[in-house]
């Protein structure tokens, strides 16, 4: 299994403001994802970070929203940009393991104000 | 948007008893995984079954698969109050492996 750490657990922002979320793996993985899930819903992607290229975004998010970093192949990160109350959610990371099991960090609670 | 539902929405039980989770797709898998989330934390994997297996077991849980129904259950035997929790189902289709979650249930187990 891997052990994935989440920075900050939980903010709150006021709207307009950026927050970067990091995600870390204590292994070297290939395929690591960020999640979003609003208030009582279920999780929805957001996109696969790609090491050493561009993100992959799914439809209805954009790269200027929430741009995504994956310098290397333990360590992610995802900024919500001009933070809206919309906003207000769960983001969780996510790694591929080699057995194909998915584990999850323990997930950032945004409140923006 | 999740391509698939979980049923019941919400489940009441009391300890002891057995909860029955179930979840429906409507494309084909690779594999399909659950997992536990406690009070809106982070996710805890429960079990992964793949395409070609039709049951699995992990301590009280089992997990069975039917793909010609395209359908999963998740049974919990011997609840307890800890059980208390959300569970979602979540598939995985082609190379990408992207998980597609379910709406989840709710589970209240009652002491």
């Known amino acids: 299994s891997a052990v994935i750490s989440q920075k900050p657990s939980r903010d709150i922002c006021q709207r307009g403001t950026s927050l970067t979320i990091q995600c870390q793996v204590d292994?070297?993985?290939?395929?690591m994802f960020w999640y979003r899930q609003q208030p009582g819903q279920s999780l929805t992607l957001i996109a696969t970070a790609n090491q050493g290229s561009e993100a992959t975004y799914e439809s209805g998010f954009v790269i200027d929203k929430f741009p995504i970093s994956r310098p290397n192949l333990t360590f992610s990160t995802l900024t919500v940009s001009n933070m809206s109350p919309e906003d207000s959610s769960i983001y969780l990371c996510s790694v591929l393991a080699g057995d194909e099991t998915q584990y999850f960090g323990p997930g950032t609670r945004l409140l923006v104000l | 948007s999740q391509q698939g539902e979980e049923d019941p929405q919400a489940l009441s039980i009391q300890e002891g008893e057995n909860a029955t989770m179930n979840c429906s797709y409507k494309t084909s898998i690779n594999n399909l995984q659950w997992y536990r989330q406690n009070s809106g934390r982070g996710l805890v994997h429960l079990i992964l079954?793949?395409?070609?297996?039709r049951e699995k077991h992990s301590g009280r849980l089992r997990v069975t698969l039917d793909t010609s129904k395209k359908s999963s259950s998740l049974l919990i035997t011997a609840s307890r109050a800890a059980d208390t929790a959300s569970y979602f189902c979540a598939r995985v289709k082609g190379s990408a492996r992207q998980l597609t979650f379910g709406s989840g249930t709710q589970l209240t187990v009652l002491p």
């Open positions: 292994s070297q993985v290939t395929m």
């Open positions: 079954i793949r395409s070609n297996e």
